[in-house]
């Protein structure tokens, strides 16, 4: 069974489904949890180093991940299951995903899908097809709702 399991969340609803599955392999493999939320970074282009809106958007921004990551830490808790939550700023969500994955020793990703397909998907993008795209790790793909 699986020991480390990487859980990406951006903190939105969609990744509920990714993280029960993540926390039933984590149980039944006595594994444990890496949750992982991949921020922007801090670059805003003109504004300057001490501009407020700066500093707003960068303590939200923060403030963002800290929360996605602290709903994964207590699910995590309420099952028994052993967890440890990474915060990084990423060009590119999905390859802080596999860096994170790699560095981590996970054995195994599990990420959300919509379930887009086609043109939508083309156009829309995903950082799960990313990931499934560059990664050797095992993952597991949960479609979401909607």
């Not at 083309?122 to 709702?145: F, H």
Request: hydrophobic share 45%.
């Amino acid at each position: 069974m699986y020991q480390r399991i990487l859980v990406p969340t951006d903190g939105t609803e969609l990744c509920t489904a990714a993280l029960t599955a993540a926390l039933d392999l984590a149980r039944l493999g006595g594994g444990a949890i890496v949750g992982l939320h991949a921020g922007p970074p801090s670059r805003l282009g003109a504004l300057a180093a001490d501009d407020p809106v700066r500093a707003a958007w960068l303590n939200e921004r923060e403030r963002n991940g800290q929360d996605a990551l602290a709903w994964i830490a207590r699910r995590a808790a309420e099952e028994g299951i052993p967890c440890e939550t990474v915060l990084v700023h990423h060009d590119s969500p999905a390859a802080a995903i596999v860096e994170a994955a790699r560095d981590r020793l996970c054995d195994l990703i599990v990420m959300a899908s919509h379930g887009r397909s086609g043109l939508r998907a083309r156009l829309l993008g995903s950082e799960t097809w990313k990931v499934l795209g560059t990664c050797a790790i095992p993952m597991l793909v949960v479609r979401g709702p909607g």
